[in-house]
């Protein structure tokens, strides 16, 4: 079987590309390199592509794929806002651009889709279902969920099959630390190398639901292989969120540091799944909890 990673240097790709790679599938990798990493990806067949502006060899590529999984995107929220119109170049034009080669494929077997809990918004009602009202509050959050309808179109009206799945706040290795698109626990190892507090963005009191990414990327494989393929979409969390200032407690309990809080931004003040429909779909379990993880990460980043 061939698959092909799209995005697959960046953190969740890279992961994707590992255990692939432990079923010893036939793996191609296209990045930019924008955001992923080299390093993340050693001894792997990487063709440095923009899916904006594909040559047809990157076509090619596509065409002759089995598998295709797609995580390449401009991430986060806050960054968005600043930037919507290149976050909206990568996210919905170079998604349409590859769902439009691959829809004449003759040999796509599924087409897996990282989409966002950013496109609920602010909801009223926990744990959150795939159903629930969609009330993106950032550029991000609207790509994504366009992304999600994209797919869903391209199934009903060429027989795509897709599946898209919302991930929920992912943590684990290789994730960012110093960059703009770098998520929470990375960014505060990156303040802390550099001897300054955590900071805290309003109350501390914002919950959210923290997945790792190791089961991020088996539920990815379990979808390629089901008979999922409509255009689907399933909530990928732990069910079991966490408040900022638990996170941070998590991180004094390990090493010495202070906490700075500052003015709220535009965020939702809880994320929390309801993962039921996945767990039935693909017989699938969330297996590594952040309170677990998270003390061990820290000590080997900074002790």
């Known amino acids: 079987m061939k698959y092909v990673v799209i995005g697959g240097a960046g953190f969740i790709g890279s992961h994707m590309v590992d255990l692939l790679d432990d079923i010893h599938g036939d793996v191609v990798?296209?990045?930019?390199?924008?955001?992923?990493?080299?390093?993340?990806?050693?001894?792997?067949?990487?063709?440095?592509?923009d899916i904006c502006n594909m040559p047809d060899l990157c076509k090619n590529f596509?065409?002759?794929?089995?598998?295709?999984?797609?995580?390449?995107?401009?991430?986060?929220?806050?960054?968005?806002?600043?930037?919507?119109?290149?976050?909206?170049?990568?996210?919905?034009?170079?998604?349409?651009y590859v769902l439009d080669v691959l829809r004449h494929s003759k040999k796509l077997k599924k087409f897996v889709f990282s989409s966002s809990s950013s496109v609920y918004g602010d909801q009223d009602t926990f744990p959150t279902v795939e159903t629930a009202p969609k009330n993106p509050t950032s550029p991000y959050g609207l790509q994504k969920l366009i992304g999600e309808q994209y797919i869903k179109l391209y199934s009903k009206i060429y027989g795509f099959p897709g599946v898209s799945f919302r991930y929920f706040n992912?943590?684990?290795?290789?994730?960012?630390?110093?960059?703009?698109?770098?998520?929470?626990?990375?960014?505060?190892?990156?303040?802390?190398?550099?001897?300054q507090p955590l900071t805290i963005f309003g109350s501390g009191e914002q919950r959210r639901d923290f997945i790792y990414v190791g089961d991020v990327v088996n539920v990815n494989y379990l979808a390629a292989i089901s008979n999922v393929n409509s255009g689907e979409v399933f909530n990928i969390g732990c069910g079991n969120p966490i408040s900022i200032n638990e996170v941070a407690d998590i991180?004094?309990?390990?090493?010495?540091?202070?906490?700075?809080?500052?003015?709220?931004?535009?965020?939702?003040?809880?994320?929390?799944?309801?993962?039921?429909?996945?767990?039935?779909?693909?017989?699938?379990?969330?297996?590594?909890?952040?309170?677990?993880?998270?003390?061990?990460?820290?000590?080997?980043?900074?002790c």
């Not at 999984?69 to 170079?94: C, E, L, W, Y």
């Not at 992912?170 to 630390?177: A, D, I, L, N, S």
């Not at 004094?252 to 535009?266: D, G, M």
């Open 62 to 96: 596509l065409l002759d794929a089995d598998y295709v999984f797609h995580f390449a995107a401009k991430a986060r929220v806050q960054p968005s806002i600043k930037d919507p119109v290149g976050f909206n170049d990568t996210n919905v034009n170079g998604l349409l």
């Open 170 to 195: 992912v943590f684990g290795e290789r994730m960012g630390q110093n960059d703009a698109y770098s998520l929470l626990i990375g960014k505060w190892i990156d303040v802390l190398k550099k001897n």
């Open 251 to 302: 991180f004094q309990r390990v090493v010495k540091c202070k906490k700075q809080y500052l003015p709220p931004v535009i965020e939702p003040q809880t994320t929390h799944a309801d993962i039921s429909l996945a767990k039935k779909t693909f017989d699938w379990l969330p297996t590594v909890r952040l309170e677990d993880w998270l003390p061990n990460y820290i000590k080997g980043e900074l």
């Open 29 to 49: 990798i296209i990045d930019d390199l924008s955001t992923g990493k080299l390093e993340n990806v050693p001894n792997q067949d990487l063709f440095r592509y």
